[in-house]
């Protein structure tokens, strides 16, 4: 990781790092790219800190009125800027399929994100689209003045969330705050726990099935090793992988899976 600081910005060098495969692949949805005269900028949150950052040239980027200290303390953990991606697509690219889909987009970078907002949010993903998603989160912020904390939503009740228009889901959001407020879930217990004791006590929310229960690992607790299989990853394994998904890649599966995601998506564009 290479920065400086330019009067109020961070300028970023960064290898294997591309804004619009990692903000806009779908495992976050907090971010809006907007006009601008850079090669793209994004606006988004990450724990209610906002940020407006640019991608000025290939591998150069610029987070807007950011210090050194907010740089380091959020931003730099967030988009996991500690993490050797080139180690990792090197590591993939003994598979024949991962190299492909690591050199189609090889910019994709695994964001941190908080554990109590991703559950929210792939809860609110279930057989949904992206501008819908982010249009419920949007208002349930709106709401909040922020993206609410499960304590701030404490007595929520599925008709208390009417406003929201998600349909069927209200009733397993006010489960997963009943669920977090209650004790019965410990979010911080299940990002360290076994993954398989992860994956159970997820599941014991209404509405988290296998799919929801890997994003949130994956995307909501760094767990690399877990792997959301939706109509596109089944496709992956079905035509590539029919008898199972290489072992050397399996401990950052979760990783290798963006890669193949956005790969299969795209490839035929």
Not at 60 to 77: I, M, Q, S
Not at 121 to 127: D, E, H, M, R
Request: hydrophobic share 35%.
């Amino acid at each position: 990781m290479d920065y400086s600081v330019n009067n109020n910005d961070i300028i970023l060098s960064q290898k294997d790092f591309n804004l619009d495969e990692t903000l806009d692949c779908g495992q976050a949805f907090r971010w809006k790219k907007i006009p601008s005269d850079f090669l793209c900028t994004y606006e988004g949150c990450f724990f209610n800190n906002n940020l407006r950052i640019s991608e000025i040239s290939k591998g150069v980027f610029v987070f807007h009125n950011v210090t050194e200290e907010e740089f380091l303390g959020k931003w730099a953990d967030y988009f996991d800027l500690h993490t050797d991606y080139s180690q990792l697509k090197q590591i993939f690219s003994e598979d024949e399929t991962l190299s492909k889909a690591c050199e189609f987009a090889g910019g994709i970078r695994l964001l941190r994100q908080d554990s109590w907002e991703c559950l929210i949010s792939f809860i609110i993903s279930q057989n949904n689209n992206i501008p819908r998603i982010k249009g419920i989160i949007e208002r349930l912020c709106d709401n909040y003045s922020c993206f609410p904390t499960a304590e701030q939503m404490k007595g929520v009740s599925a008709d208390d969330l009417a406003y929201l228009r998600s349909g069927f889901r209200g009733k397993y959001i006010s489960h997963a705050v009943e669920c977090v407020n209650s004790g019965e879930i410990n979010l911080s217990y299940i990002a360290a726990a076994p993954i398989e004791e992860a994956r159970m006590y997820l599941k014991k929310i209404k509405g988290v099935g296998p799919k929801v229960a890997e994003c949130v690992l994956l995307f909501g607790m760094h767990r690399t090793d877990a792997f959301p299989v939706d109509v596109w990853i089944k496709r992956v394994l079905e035509e590539y992988y029919p008898n199972g998904f290489p072992e050397f890649a399996k401990e950052n599966a979760g990783i290798a899976q963006q890669y193949l995601f956005h790969y299969i998506r795209n490839k035929g564009e």
